[in-house]
């Protein structure tokens, strides 16, 4: 395995760069942030793109009906397919904003369907509240390789800071999320524990196949993958 270290820190082991931050531990503010999402609804104004895509999503699946499946930030798709063949009862719904990534798992429009896999094109922060607005309860919810935002000051960029973080818990279900930050692991189940008030704590995936392109990427390089699993209780948010 190649390590080298750069003029300005950064590891790199086989190509794929290491998560590097000067934050070394749960960040101060963190407390703070989610104290005050709890306590104010967030109203940032809806996508107006993303209320169209949810809209035209609800005329192909059965949202309130069919077990749902969330692959949300699915990138090119290739986990949604994964996931639509192992769990075939279920429907699985790969959403992500990047029509680059989406579209290498097929061409728009979107929302698209193939089977039990439907591919929506939304951004994620209007597409959670709508989705809790008409009242989905999801079966399952994937939160595979989220962008770790690793300078301290993007604190509130990433999910577990974000004001939007206690109503994707409200969608419910299992919920997995995966990294190669222990950061980040350790401050999502940082965030996870006080908005439920459980107690979990960041494991490593089971030995499976790869779930994603992301995945494939880090476990090339040899990176620690970090997941943390939680059960959402639909009225578990504090
Ligand atoms: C690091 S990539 C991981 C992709 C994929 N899950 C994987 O593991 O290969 C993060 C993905 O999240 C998507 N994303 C980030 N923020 C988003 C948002 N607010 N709404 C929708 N997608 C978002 C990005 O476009 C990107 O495809």
Redesign the pocket.
Known sequence: MIHCVLPAGIRIMNQSREVSSTQQDVHPRLDELLSRHLANEWSQPLHPPTIEAFQALEERVDCLRDHIVL??????G??TRRLARALPDCVVIG????VN?LSRSGAEPYPRREGNAVFVR????T?WRLALRAGWRVHRHYL????PWPKPGHLQRRWHAHPVFPDMLRLGGRLEMRCNWDIYALEFAHGVNRVLGVNVRPGSPPDEPV?????RKYRNSGHRIYSVVVSCGSSGVK
Not at 71 to 76: E, H, I, R, V, Y
Not at 211 to 215: G, K, L, N, R, V
């Open positions: 692959d949300s930030g699915c990138g090119t290739a986990s959403v992500d904003k990047s990534r939304a951004e994620l922060t597409f595979l390789y989220p962008n779930m994603s392109p992301f995945e």
